[in-house]
């Protein structure tokens, strides 16, 4: 009979993590990668739409990234304890 010893992977963790975490993890991957798209090409939003907003100059794209990085970074901050919460429970 193994011994317990409280540091084996929970199984099924990530079968039990609620829909919260899944929306919160999402949102920052994709406003990590939408700003990652803005350090590549600043006129993303002309290319995915045709429109141009800002007059080609970037800076609604910045802008948008610049917000988007926040909430990402919020997102990815309540992911982890929301995954930490679960994990410990």
Do not use: C, K, N
Request: glycine share 10%; aromatic share 12%; charged share 15%.
């Amino acid at each position: 009979m193994a011994r317990h010893t409280g540091r084996e992977a929970t199984p099924g963790i990530t079968t039990d993590l609620p829909t919260r975490f899944w929306y919160q993890a999402t949102t920052a991957g994709v406003g990590f990668a939408l700003f990652l798209l803005t350090l590549v090409t600043r006129e993303w939003i002309e290319i995915l739409t045709g429109l141009d907003p800002d007059g080609g100059s970037g800076a609604l794209e910045f802008g948008l990234a610049f917000a988007l990085l926040a909430i990402a970074a919020v997102s990815a901050v309540f992911a982890r304890r929301t995954y930490v919460a679960v994990a410990s429970a």
